[in-house]
C-alpha cells in the first residue's frame, strides 16, 4: 500500500520536500495517484505493465513539451521512486 509517508520520504530523497499531510494517494486501477500542492500529480504503478504504460505516457509528455513549449508539465522523477 502506497502511503503520503512513504511518498514524502521518496520525494524527499529525489530533492523534492513535501510533508505527508500535503498529500493525497488514491488507488487507481494499476495505479497509485498522487495529488500534490498546487494541482500537480504523480503516479506510480503496481504492476509492470502498468510501468511500461507510464513509460509510453512519459515519453508522449516529453514529445508534446518539446512540440507546445507551454502548458506541458515535466516529469519529475523515475520509475522506482516509490519503490
Known amino acids: ?7 514524502s520520504e ?10 505527508p499531510k500535503d498529500l493525497e494517494v488514491e ?3 494499476d495505479k497509485w495517484l498522487v495529488r ?3 494541482g ?8 509492470d505493465e502498468a510501468r511500461a504504460r507510464l513509460r509510453v505516457e512519459r515519453g508522449v509528455l516529453q514529445l ?7 502548458g ?3 516529469a519529475l ?7
Not at 500537480?40 to 504492476?47: C, N, T, V
Not at 522523477?77 to 519503490?83: A, H, I, N, Q, V
Request: include cysteine; aromatic fraction near 4%.
Open 40 to 47: 500537480r500529480l504523480a503516479w506510480s504503478a503496481k504492476s
Open 72 to 74: 506541458v508539465d515535466s
Open 36 to 38: 500534490l500542492p498546487s
Open 64 to 70: 508534446l513539451a518539446v512540440a507546445v513549449r507551454s
Open 10 to 19: 521518496a520525494l524527499t530523497k529525489a530533492g523534492i520536500s513535501i510533508t
Open 1 to 7: 500500500m502506497l502511503t503520503p509517508a512513504i511518498v
Open 27 to 29: 488507488a487507481r486501477e
Open 77 to 83: 522523477c523515475g520509475d522506482s521512486t516509490f519503490r
